[in-house]
C-alpha cells in the first residue's frame, strides 16, 4: 500500500527565508507526487506535481520541489518565503488514477 | 482554471437530522468525484469516490448508510450525513478530476458541518 510521511507537524520561518518541506513515500514502482497547500477553512490547490521527466519541477508561487527516488523523497522548497505563505502544506501520492494519499501535512508560520 | 464548488460551506444542525453537501464541476464535467473527511489538524481521509451513473465506493470503515452519496449528472454530486450526530462533525471536501486520470485534483472550498 502506498503511503506519505511528512515528519514535521510545525515548522516557523522568517518572512524572507529559505523555506523546505520534507516528504517521504512508499510506492512500490514509479509514483506520480503532489504537493497541495490549504488556507485556514479552505479546500486544497495544487502547488506543483511531479509525473516523470525532469525530477526538479516548478510550481506555483515560486514554489519547486526535487524527486529523489533514492530517498523516496519529494520535499517541497521555496527561496524566499512570504507571510502569505503561512498555509497547511500536503504531499501526496498516487500510482496513477485519482486516489490520491495524503501526508498528515506540515503547517508553516512564518514571522515577520 | 477549472473550479469545484461546495455549498453550504458551513452547516449547524441538531442531533438526528441529516444534511446535504453538494459540490459542482463548475467548468468541466466530471464522472467521477471524491468526498474527503479531514479533522482539525489532520489529513485528509478519503471517505468514498462518487461515481455518474453507478454507485459509490466508500472506502473500508465508511458506514455507506450514513454518508450517502448521489452523483446523479456530470457535474453535481452530493454526500448526504444521514441521522447526524455530533461525532460526524468534521470538515468535509471534495474534489474532481479534469479529464485525465492523473491525480491532479481540484478541490471544493470544503464545508464545516457542526452538530448540535
Known amino acids: 500500500a502506498q503511503s506519505v510521511t511528512q515528519p514535521d507537524i510545525h515548522i516557523t520561518v522568517s518572512e524572507g527565508a529559505s523555506l523546505e518541506l520534507r516528504c517521504n513515500y512508499s510506492?512500490?514502482?514509479?509514483?506520480?507526487l503532489f504537493w497541495y497547500v490549504q488556507s485556514p477553512g479552505q479546500g486544497l490547490q495544487l502547488l506543483l506535481k511531479?509525473?516523470?521527466?525532469?525530477?526538479l519541477v516548478q510550481g506555483i508561487k515560486g514554489f519547486e520541489a526535487e524527486f529523489k527516488r533514492s530517498q523516496s523523497s519529494f520535499n517541497l522548497r521555496k527561496p524566499s518565503v512570504h507571510w502569505s505563505d503561512a498555509a497547511e502544506y500536503f504531499c501526496?501520492?498516487?500510482?496513477?488514477?485519482?486516489?490520491?494519499?495524503f501526508g498528515t501535512g506540515t503547517q508553516l508560520k512564518v514571522e515577520l | 482554471g477549472a473550479v469545484v464548488s461546495q455549498h453550504p460551506s458551513w452547516v449547524i444542525c441538531k442531533s438526528g437530522t441529516s444534511v446535504k453537501i453538494e459540490c459542482r464541476s463548475l467548468?468541466?464535467?466530471?464522472?467521477?468525484m471524491f468526498w474527503y473527511r479531514q479533522f482539525p489538524k489532520q489529513s485528509l481521509m478519503l471517505m468514498a469516490t462518487?461515481?455518474?451513473?453507478?454507485?459509490?465506493?466508500?472506502e473500508q470503515g465508511v458506514e455507506k448508510d450514513k454518508f450517502l452519496i448521489n452523483h446523479a449528472s456530470l457535474t453535481l454530486s452530493t454526500l448526504t450525513v444521514t441521522s447526524a450526530h455530533p461525532e460526524d462533525s468534521s470538515f468535509y471536501i471534495c474534489?474532481?478530476?479534469?479529464?485525465?486520470?492523473?491525480?491532479?485534483?481540484?478541490f471544493g472550498e470544503g464545508s464545516r458541518l457542526t452538530v448540535l
Open positions: 474534489s474532481a478530476g479534469q479529464g485525465a486520470n492523473t491525480g491532479e485534483l481540484f
Open positions: 510506492y512500490g514502482a514509479t509514483p506520480y
Open positions: 511531479y509525473f516523470s521527466g525532469d525530477t
Open positions: 501526496a501520492v498516487t500510482g496513477g488514477g485519482n486516489k490520491l494519499t
Open positions: 467548468d468541466f464535467q466530471a464522472t467521477t
Open positions: 462518487s461515481n455518474e451513473g453507478s454507485k459509490a465506493t466508500y
